[in-house]
């Protein structure tokens, strides 16, 4: 059936059950502002709450859409941030300690371990999944048991109240803005500013990541194809051609590397001038966790490249 010239599309399913999701929160959230009027569930400070109440959950949610999207599963995704919240707690209050009005050590080395940890929680799970063959749901079982429980050891199994100034502003707002967002938006404005930097002064590994950027392109979109078909074909030197291309991906992520952490040392001079010692100890905690994501990169290129390796060295050896 057409309408004014054009077919008339038809809902999907996923987009059925989508629209019936927000029609629930809609509605559930209208009642509770009816309900709870009284208690302020209408005010518009409390609809931002719900989001900065849950953000942890959103940022899981989405790696987690990332990792179904590929096929697998984690079901430790919670137990892991439980254990990040208890490293980060535990080395910024000092073991034992409850309730602290200063830090043991420095906000920037407590979120940084924190980080470290959850990292290899994640090789550990990749390496039993990709490596060992076992199934997303089994291996990622073994932290979702054991996360949680090991979160709460490193605690005492108590609640941890840090009240350092600096640490309750990650977690206060500037007028109806999370804290949060300011010092993530500053923060990547000023690490774009040294990038900026970079390319004035003709920073050299800036350069020479800047020629490998069209080859890295080409290679990571064709390697794993040449991959395949040399193991379809039983050609083993095309496929080692693939793992040559797959290794420039490799490379390029070793030499963004410092071209990164350069750019994070760069913002923190910028910002040196404006902020005080412990908003800037924030700063630096912020651009840390945002190198290690290059780290995390290259750690996965790496592995992958030895799983590539493993792949067409194993084939040889059928033969």
Known sequence: MKANGMQKKKMTGNGFLLLITIALFAVMYIAGMIIFADKGFAKPQMFLNLFVSNAGLLVIACGLTIVMITGGIDISVGSVMSLYAGVCCMILAGYGNVNVQEYAH????????GLLVTLICGVFNGFLVAYMNIQPMVATLILWSAGRAVGLLLCNSQIVYVRVPSFQKLGAYCGII???IIVAAVCVAA???????????EYTPMKVRGALVKVTNFSSSISMFIVILG?????????????????????????TLPVEFNASRRAVKILDGYM???ELSGVKSVLSAAAMTYVAALVSAIFQLIRLLAIVGGGRDRK
């Open 106 to 113: 420095t906000l920037l080395v407590g979120i940084g371990a």
């Open 178 to 180: 999370p804290t949060p």
């Open 191 to 201: 690490h774009e500013c040294g990038h900026a930097i970079q390319y004035a002064e």
């Open 231 to 255: 193991l379809i074909f039983s050609f083993r030197e095309l496929a080692l051609v693939g793992v040559a291309l797959f290794s420039v991906v490799v490379l390029f992520q070793l030499v």
């Open 276 to 278: 005080d010692r412990e």
